[in-house]
């Protein structure tokens, strides 16, 4: 097992009468950008406090590279972590609070001044953190991430607040960061955030793993990948394409939608059958829709859904 | 589906009165709904209480510390003058009765310390003095030449008037006159029995017709002979004396003058008597005849203020909860909200200032009530007396008590709006509240803690002294003793006035500052 | 926590307590130095230290006199008065050091940084006794200083057996350093509370509470058996008894017994709050 992996194996944990945690196991590999998805209330936040030794847990284990984050002797310097970017002292300047968690670790103004230039701070590295905009604070709070060159990140909702310049930027920054070889896990809720930019996804519910697929399978595998098609014949493509092995639902008057055939065969049955129709299109599930559809059991918080009630 | 419309208008547009009362609603619904804040304020009434019930002192027994533990089974209380007022009244009286108008005139031919230890005391006290009885207590008029104050007219133990300043020596002998006719009594002074002064008039209301006039003398263990005894024990041993003689005695009345009797008036003493030899009546007393001042000359009593101790840890809780109350809002931006949602800064402060303050008047009262009732009990069962003191003057004490909590956690308000920093106000409350009045008790003396305790905002805790100071009794009037250099009310105006500039301070600056 | 089956073998733990014990405590000195001297508020509370101190001083000297007779105070201890003062902003000091990380929720990051908990303790305990020690001995230093100018014109004269203060005397000396011993343990029982409480307010008010109230409390009880041993007790009181340098005996504890007493308390509060940070959710 390389250094740089992750490893939490059933976790569990209570506060008051809320179980947060309830058999969390998982493991992240280096090399690429592993999401860490779940609605709110999943887990997410407390499963990263457990890794980082802030909070206990009552049952399992979590370790990075085989070992407990406290018997790490520069922890920094191999696991960097934002929990909460807002975690500062406003009268102190970025630059100075990037120096203390340095000196921390035995290192020096030097590297504090090179992830300053990483993050983008130039400008800002010699004001007060108390009046940082909120995307500055994210950046602070990444590059105090960096600081120990870690080969681990640890990212609780890093794209809270940034504005979609800086939402690019991240996405790029965190694809560089595990192209080098870093085990890097970004935990958010909002999947589109992660599309494109995770290739392993871990979706929790309820405390629990609920899948742990790389992105692609997760796709694949999701009921999505449905075509449209437009016709007048509605009868006789429905009949044509249920004998390929198709699953028809109307879509409309002159509309149908078809899974589980994709659209070249269906185009190739249709005009042989000389069904005639007007438009066919694919139709790829998204990432979105996939996670909803998992997670749609595990919701913690859920608010009327006023479009549902209308439709009933 | 139907959309809803919004509507254009609100019925009923609020007005100012109805917008502070919604301001108020919020505030203390924000203060009731914390529940530490809560248990603050509901454990500062215990706090009270519970010091009120850890008073063991017993009767005598207020020792400098390291001083052995006194063993007395109680003191009788003082006995209560005409005004209700707790007296000392002990003296030796060589006294005569006088059954209706008349007057008693002598020359007082020296005054001096009797045999003992002891010097003549300033306030020591001998003359003529007309009195209802020899029931301690009783109403009374008196001439009288003192040991360093010259001659004065005291009557009813709080009345005093002074005269000439003069002594009484063989050299220079002191006529001394009391002239009575019916309720009133007049007093007047000669250097040679000539030509007269009057001093003063006074009216004892409800004088029976026969009284008693005469003789007397007296003198006070000073407070200086006091400060040295560390034992608890009743200075008796060390009592000052007075010795007096008078000559050119006359008794005018309606009836021929009899002889003289002797009397020890409220104890007997083994040094104090009279001898008469031809004309000249020499007296020797000890005692007072004034008002009962706790601390004087060792005496012993408590006053109601001693039971509400616990108002200084009471105040600490007080303020801690209220300046949590105010800085908590600067956590996390939360005073964001506030101000969205109740644009006038300065109103959201006042409710603030009002639910504060009166959650903790309440709170500080219902303990205050408890603690004088328990504490008073107490102090009873261990054989200490309450001294006596108005209705009015017992209400002030508690509700001032209370008032005293409110306004302190009014200034922590203030001082956390101003630093909004939480240490810097509990620690600015504390440090100028109750950090003089314990200079005051313990490192300070004299001169300095007087000044810290009318300066700095200490100087509410003058609002629960009931005993006044009396210029004519000499005691140790400090802090430790219950008494304050300014007057009640004057000391709760200090406190006032400060959290008054704060509070001014605190809105002015909450306008101007971005939240 | 157990792992029960993996197949990999875990790594023997690096940085075992005792080994790696010293380089993570000299980084956390480092770490926690730097937050004190990055932080704009510091260096007033220092100078309103000694301000605060050596001013209190001054007027409490200015204040005394004689009467007729001999001298009823004790030199030492009255141009020593500002340490009253002086303690109320240590506690300010020291309590808001340990609190503001919980009100940021800095906690957590200081905690991730350097994971061993006690070591971040003790650092914070040292990096605040310092500068408390520094600033405490100038305003002492200042406070004996303004005695030995004031005192001797308000009755403390040759005549009456006192001469001016100096640190050359021994018992000059020991109420002097005690004293900024005492504002150093001051400094320590704050910490330890604030630990245990993580509130600002509240920290500030319990250890305030239990500094001022006790005495106040114990000089107007009545029984001399309680407030005897209440003076003996409590952290005030027997704390400054180190200034005492004439009537020993009256003295309700001997000097270095009251100092004792009060590192007890900082002792009790530190080791207190130190498991309450060891054992509790950040």
């Known amino acids: 097992m390389s250094e740089a992996t992750i490893e939490v194996t059933g976790l569990r944990k209570r506060f008051g009468p809320v179980l947060a945690l309830d058999g969390m196991s998982f493991m992240v590999t280096p090399g690429q950008v592993t999401g860490f998805i779940g609605p709110n209330g999943a887990g997410k936040s407390t499963t990263m406090r457990v890794i980082l030794g802030l909070d206990a847990a009552e049952a399992g284990s979590a370790l990075i590279g085989g070992r407990r984050y406290q018997s790490l002797r520069h922890p920094l310097t191999e696991v960097g972590s934002l929990l909460d970017a807002a975690a500062l002292q406003p009268s102190r300047t970025a630059r100075n609070h990037l120096l203390w968690l340095a000196r921390s670790q035995g290192l020096g103004r030097r590297r504090v001044d090179e992830v300053i ?49 800086g939402i690019v930027w991240m996405r790029g920054f965190l694809r560089s960061l595990a192209a080098q070889g870093r085990a890097v896990l970004v935990s958010s809720h909002l999947m589109s955030e992660l599309q494109g930019t995770a ?79 007007s438009e066919i299109s694919a139709h790829r599930a998204s990432l979105e829709e996939a996670y909803l559809e998992l997670t749609r059991d595990a919701v913690e918080y859920r608010a009327a859904d006023a479009a549902e009630e209308a439709r009933r | 589906m139907s959309a809803h419309v919004i509507t254009e208008s609100r019925p009923g547009q609020r007005n100012g009165r109805d917008g502070f009362r919604q301001l108020l609603s919020a505030e203390w619904t924000k203060l009731a709904t914390v529940r530490g804040w809560v248990i603050g304020i509901v454990l500062a009434p215990f706090l009270i ?45 060589v006294r005569q009765p006088l059954g209706g108008d008349g007057s008693i005139t002598v020359r007082m031919t020296s005054l001096t310390a ?9 306030w020591s006290k001998a003359g003529i003095i007309i009195t209802a009885s020899t029931r301690p207590g009783s109403a009374y008029a008196a001439m009288m030449v003192t040991g360093g104050h010259g001659v004065r007219m005291q009557y009813d133990y709080t009345g005093d008037i002074a005269g000439p300043a003069r002594g009484a020596s063989p050299a220079s002998p002191r006529w001394l006159r009391l002239t009575r006719s019916g309720d009133t009594i007049t007093g007047a002074t000669s250097a040679d029995g000539v030509r007269w002064t009057t001093v003063g008039t006074t009216r004892l209301a409800g004088l029976p017709a026969t009284v008693q006039a005469g003789m007397f003398a007296t003198a006070p263990a000073s407070s200086q002979t006091r400060a040295q005894t560390v034992s608890g024990a009743s200075s008796a ?226 609002i629960q002294q009931t005993t006044p100071q009396y210029p004519q009794v000499s005691a140790a009037y400090t802090v ?26 605190a809105v002015f600056l909450i306008r101007r500052r971005d939240a | 926590m157990t792992r029960a089956g993996k197949a990999t073998a875990a790594r023997p733990l690096a940085g075992e307590p ?43 000297d200015a204040a005394t006199s004689c009467s007729s007779g001999s001298c009823q105070a004790d030199p030492a201890r009255v141009s020593l008065t500002g340490i009253y003062l002086g303690q109320a902003i240590v506690v300010s000091f020291a309590v808001a050091a340990m609190t503001s990380e919980y009100s940021t929720g800095m906690i957590r990051v200081t905690f991730a940084a350097m994971p061993r908990r006690t070591a971040v303790l003790a650092a914070k305990a040292a990096v605040v006794t310092g500068p408390v020690v520094a600033a405490g001995a100038v305003a002492v230093l ?93 952290p005030m009181t027997a704390g400054l008894a180190i200034q005492a340098t004439t009537s020993l005996r009256s003295q309700p504890i001997s000097p270095w017994a009251g100092i004792g007493v009060l590192a007890a308390w900082a002792a009790a509060a530190l080791a207190t709050g130190g498991i309450r940070v060891r054992r509790r959710d950040a």
């Open chain 1, 199 to 277: 290739e392993h996804l871990i979706i929790v519910g309820r405390g629990q793993v609920i899948a742990d697929t790389s992105t692609p399978a997760l796709l694949a595998a999701a009921s999505g990948d449905r075509v449209s098609l437009r016709t007048t014949a509605t009868a006789s493509a429905t009949a044509v394409l249920t004998e390929a092995g198709g699953s028809v639902t109307s879509a409309g008057l002159a509309a149908l939608s078809v899974t589980g055939l994709d659209a070249e065969k269906i185009v190739t049955l249709l005009s042989g059958q000389g069904v005639p129709f």
């Open chain 2, 237 to 462: 041993g060390a009592a000052a004396l007075a010795a007096a003689s008078f000559d050119h005695v006359s008794l005018a009345g309606p009836r021929p003058a009899g002889a003289w009797a002797g009397d020890a008036v409220g104890g007997a003493s083994p040094d104090a008597g009279f001898r008469q030899a031809g004309g000249t009546i020499t007296v020797t007393g000890t005692g007072d005849i004034g008002p009962y001042v706790p601390g004087a000359s060792g005496s012993p009593g408590s006053t109601i203020g001693s039971t509400l101790l616990g108002a200084v840890l009471a105040l600490i809780a007080a303020a801690v909860v209220a300046t949590m109350f105010m800085t908590s809002e600067y956590r996390r931006g939360l005073i964001r909200l506030t101000f969205a949602a109740s644009p006038d800064r300065g109103r959201v402060l006042a409710a603030k200032v009002v639910v504060v303050g009166a959650v903790t008047f309440i709170a500080g009262l219902a303990g205050a009530i408890v603690a004088v009732q328990l504490g008073e009990r107490l102090l009873r069962s261990n054989g200490n007396f309450i001294l006596p003191a108005s209705t009015l003057s017992n209400l002030r004490v508690v509700a001032g008590t209370a008032a005293l909590l409110a306004v302190a956690s009014v200034l922590a308000v203030a001082l956390g709006s101003i630093l909004r920093r939480s240490a810097g106000a509990v620690t600015v409350v504390v440090a100028l509240i109750t950090l003089p009045y314990l200079l005051a008790l313990t490192a300070l003396r004299g001169g300095a803690a007087d000044w810290l305790l009318r300066l700095t905002p200490a100087a509410a805790f003058a």
């Open chain 2, 114 to 122: 009797g045999p003992g230890p002891a010097g003549l005391s300033p």
């Open chain 3, 142 to 234: 200042g406070s004996v200083l303004a005695g030995r100018l004031i005192l001797p014109g308000h009755g403390f004269t040759a005549a009456r057996g006192y001469l001016p203060l100096d640190l050359a005397d021994e018992p000059v000396l020991r109420a002097a350093a005690g004293s900024v011993l005492y504002l150093a343990l001051v400094g320590l029982l704050s910490l330890g509370v604030a630990a245990l409480v993580r509130d600002t307010a509240l920290a500030a008010g319990l250890v305030l509470g239990l500094l001022y109230i006790v005495p106040i409390v114990a000089a107007v009880l009545g029984s001399s058996q309680l407030a005897r041993h209440l003076q003996q007790l409590a």
């Open chain 2, 480 to 505: 430790s003793n219950g008494y304050f250099p300014l007057a009640p009310w004057a000391g709760f105006a200090v406190l006032c006035g400060y959290t008054a500039v704060a509070l001014a301070l």
């Open chain 1, 117 to 165: 230039g990483q993050a983008g701070l130039e400008q800002a590295a010699g004001r007060k953190a108390g009046g940082f905009s909120l995307g500055m604070r994210q950046r602070l709070g990444i590059a105090a991430a960096l600081l120990g060159e870690p080969r681990v990140l640890m990212l609780d909702e890093p794209f809270n607040g940034m504005d979609p310049e």
């Open chain 2, 49 to 93: 209480v519970g010091i009120a019930l850890l008073n063991h002192s017993t009767c005598g027994g207020i020792t400098t510390p390291g001083g052995p533990a006194t063993t007395a089974a109680g003191c009788p209380a003082p006995p209560s003058g005409p005004g209700g007022e707790a007296v000392s009244d002990s003296f030796y009286f």
């Open chain 3, 18 to 60: 005792r080994a790696g014990g010293l380089a993570s405590l000299r980084a956390a000195l480092s770490a926690e130095w730097t937050k004190l001297t990055t932080l704009p508020g510091t260096g007033w509370l220092l100078l309103a230290l000694v301000v605060a101190t050596a001013g209190l001083s001054v007027l409490a």
